[in-house]
């Protein structure tokens, strides 16, 4: 399968954080073909582990997280609309006549809408006021409260935009889930490529889970795997909208991009400065396979690297991925071409991990 036909099937694939069991089953199915063992552990994270050929050699975690940003059910009313709280990073500017889709406590997902007042009893000035998240309405279009929890949806339930994936020119993507659908996409192609030359590391490829909910599924996973070096693939803003053309460097088909510092500093006072011998077996890699490689820095965002790099006694970690436009929309916008030569990259990556490849952060002091 193709990586588009992959990035299709997963975007239009619901799974908001916290109950990721949709997008655990796929990339299940799909890892299978290739790896040697497919475990979800206790947290749902999907691994893939490809023994090396080498077992002196250090060895690779490559991870994307497979959960997406939404909203929780916080409140019923007895006519039926419901209010919600935001599950993650959600834009409220962009929500008002949204299309989204509420999961039922068996899992099934239902469709509705977020109301807003019709546009001939607005007042001018409420026309350029953006509403808060805790001020708008759901509608699945029942009439009652107890209609609504017959249905299956109670308090506590999860919400996302209703899937979408459209194609526009020049091979452009664009749809819901892009972030981080596109890098599950990845490890699948990468977990494919490895498969029909084994590297000298053993490489556990990893869906990990609640990544939009503070960052804490991939820690599990880690735990667990106990790699030397890490490889976060997510996604890379672009800078080629006007609105950011001053800001950020990466855009659309221009290659996958590396990020060498994020940080996140609303509370958490976290992110991550790139392992620079990692960096620059990149470099030398996307030399190597005539890739493009973009450098990001950027503040104000993490990864789930952030944590990653600070189990057991250090892991040199280098988060990587693709540029894309108005993240965290239901619009999010991407060129399929930089998720294939991402493929292309990291798995060259992996298999020029050697026994010597310099883990210590400073190399030789």
């Known amino acids: 399968m193709s990586i588009l036909e992959m ?29 040697d063992e497919v475990v979800v552990d206790k947290a749902g994270n999907v691994s893939a582990t490809l023994r090396g050929t080498d077992p002196s050699v250090p060895s690779l ?3 994307a997280h497979m959960d997406q940003l939404g909203f929780i059910v916080r ?14 990073g959600i834009p409220e500017k962009v929500l008002p006549a949204l299309d989204i889709s509420v999961r039922t406590l068996d899992g099934t997902y239902l469709p509705g809408v977020i109301g807003v ?96 909910f503070s960052l804490r599924g991939a820690v599990f996973a880690a735990r667990r795997l106990k790699p030397a070096l890490a490889i976060c ?30 940080f996140h500093g609303r509370g958490t006072l976290n992110g991550t400065i790139a392992h620079e011998g990692l960096y620059r077996h990149a470099l030398a890699c996307a030399k190597e396979t005539d890739i493009h490689l973009q450098e990001a820095a950027s503040l104000g965002i993490w990864t789930d690297l952030a944590y990653v790099q600070m189990e057991g006694d250090y892991i040199a970690g280098l988060d990587m991925g693709f540029p894309v436009r108005y993240t965290h929309t239901p619009v999010e916008t991407c060129d399929p071409s930089d998720i294939e030569k991402l493929v292309g990259l990291v798995t060259h990556m992996a ?6 490849f310099p883990i210590h952060r400073l190399g030789a002091v």
């Open 7 to 35: 990035l299709k099937d997963l975007m239009l694939t619901e799974a908001v954080s916290g109950h990721e069991r949709r997008m655990a089953v796929k990339m299940k199915a799909y890892f299978a073909p290739f790896a």
């Open 61 to 63: 975690m490559i991870f």
């Open 75 to 88: 409140k019923i009313e007895e006519n039926g609309l419901i209010q919600v709280d935001r599950l993650g």
């Open 117 to 212: 007042k019709s546009h001939h009893a607005t007042s001018a000035e409420d026309k350029y006021k953006v509403d808060v998240v805790t001020s708008l309405h759901f509608d699945l279009g029942a009439h009652s409260r107890q209609e609504v929890e017959d249905a299956g949806v109670h308090i506590g339930c999860p919400v996302c935009y209703r899937p979408s994936f459209t194609t526009l020119m020049d091979g452009l993507v664009a749809g819901t889930s892009v972030d981080n659908r596109g890098n599950c996409a990845a490890l699948i192609g990468i977990a494919e490529a490895l498969a029909r030359s084994r590297p000298p590391a053993t490489v556990h490829l990893v869906g990990t889970v609640w990544e939009e």
């Open 233 to 262: 693939l997510d996604v890379a803003l672009s800078g080629d909208t006007p609105d950011l053309s001053s800001r950020y460097a990466p855009r659309l088909s221009n290659g996958p991009t590396a990020t060498l510092y994020h």
């Open 351 to 356: 298999g020029r991990i050697g026994r010597d």
